[in-house]
């Protein structure tokens, strides 16, 4: 298969014109979708499933596409929550693939193309989609007239490609705004929050909509949402973190939007979407009973270190931070590893650094040599495998699992293994 043979981030150029002319040849099918495109650091696929949950709930036939997977590649392509087949991912890649190989498509770019044939197929009244990296030579801004546009966050990441400022980096997230669409901000650095406005007029976390009077435990998250037009009181989300509570209130004011432009989601389908809305691998907190002891395991994708302060300020908010805790860890290479060790070091206790199945991935002896330059090394163990880390995590601990959302995606697979 196709898939197989190719990896995300590898044959990848920027640019559009291949994915033009291979969705050209197929008279187009993501013109016939309503789209809300999301570009962002971070909190884009969490404000996506947001927005898609609650679409689902007003009855609206809504598919989302979003990257990566964390278990099965058919994961990111989705009609009211629910994963295209495994028969019809299948089919639908064989009948395109010999297309794929003469416009030499990437990775991500055939999986873009075949989210957009699919929905097409499906009828989608809504597509969510979000960037998979960068906006303005991302394969997804072959969009052309997306009903929203919406930026949830900006940080220093991907430098290689999109730069090494905030302006640089805002510069492409802001290449997926489009004449006709809204646009929206999430909570953005002032530098970031310029350049948007050098090319719309977008709404902004803060001014035009904001959260307030949060509260919540491991469970529920509750807070207030209210714009200039609209006041909803005691929400209920299950994402964690004071961060979803930005995110949610982003999708909120994208139904608000949607509304103006026809839709009808009232508070009940907007109430019903945010409890629903689930995002696994984003301060996800299992309870794991494995043979004669039971743990358990925080697992968060936080890859940036952006996603390490908002996790750090969660593990802290929930209470985690009270005592010292395991930390199982892995990273990719192009990462700031070095700053991320840093910032785990004064929480942890003992280090666990898994091989995992990722080319990407920095072997773990590099991560240990950093470690040591903090931490006892009789604290830092390097495992084989997933399964390994999680094999030394002692009865009744907590332990946490970051760095990468490719190490969630391992950690949650050999949970559902071992419970089901």
């Known amino acids: 298969m196709f898939f197989e043979t190719l990896k995300e981030y590898e044959g990848m150029t920027p ?13 187009n099918p993501q013109n016939n979708l309503r789209i809300i495109h999301i570009a962002g650091t971070n909190g884009k696929g969490s404000t996506a499933v947001f927005i898609s949950e609650i679409l689902k709930a007003g009855g609206y ?40 190989v003469k416009y030499k498509l990437s990775y991500f770019e055939y999986l873009t193309v075949l989210a957009f044939i699919y929905f097409a197929e499906q009828k989608a009244d809504v ?22 546009c919406i930026i949830t ?47 719309s007029n977008p709404y902004l976390y803060g001014k035009d909509f904001k959260a307030v009077n949060n509260k919540g435990d491991r469970d529920i998250q509750e807070f207030s949402y209210i714009s200039r037009n609209t006041k909803m009181q005691n929400l209920e989300i299950r994402l964690l973190g004071k961060h979803q509570v930005i995110n949610a209130s982003t999708a909120l004011f994208a139904v608000e939007l949607l509304n103006k432009r026809g839709y009808y989601l009232s508070e009940t389908h907007i109430r019903t979407g945010l409890k629903n809305a689930v995002w696994q691998g984003r301060f996800t907190i299992k309870k794991i009973s494995n043979k004669d002891k ?10 940036n270190i952006q996603g390490l302060d908002v996790f750090f300020e969660t593990f802290a908010q929930l209470n985690f931070s009270k005592k010292k805790r395991i930390f199982i860890f892995a990273v990719m290479k192009e990462k700031k590893y070095k700053c991320m060790v840093k910032k785990i070091v004064p929480f942890a206790k003992k280090i666990i650094l898994p091989q995992i199945s990722n080319s990407r991935a920095l072997h773990p002896k590099v991560l240990k040599r950093e470690f040591s330059k903090y931490i006892d090394q009789g604290r830092i163990c390097t ?28 950690v949650l697979k050999y949970i559902d293994e071992i419970i089901g």
């Open 61 to 100: 036939r809504t598919a989302l596409y979003t990257s990566p997977h964390l278990i099965n590649i058919t994961e990111r392509i989705k009609i009211n929550g629910k994963n295209i087949s495994i028969k019809n991912f299948d089919n639908l890649s064989k009948k395109y693939l010999e297309r794929a």
């Open 383 to 410: 495992v084989d495998s997933v399964k390994s880390a999680c094999d030394m995590i002692d009865n009744n601990e907590t332990a946490a699992v970051i760095g990468s959302l490719y190490l969630a995606g391992e």
């Open 153 to 199: 966050s900006i940080a220093k990441e991907h430098q290689e490609i999109l730069g090494t400022s905030i302006e640089k980096i805002a510069f492409e997230k802001a290449g997926i705004i489009k004449n006709g669409a809204y646009v929206i901000c999430g909570k953005l650095p002032e530098k970031a929050v310029i350049v948007v406005k050098n090319k």
């Open 294 to 303: 039971n743990f358990k395991l925080i697992i968060d994708g936080a890859h």
């Open 127 to 148: 597509a969510v989609i979000e960037t998979g990296l960068g906006g303005r030579f991302d394969a997804t801004n072959i969009i052309e007239k997306p009903l929203i």
């Open 15 to 27: 640019g559009l014109s291949r994915i033009k002319k291979f969705l050209k040849s197929i008279d």
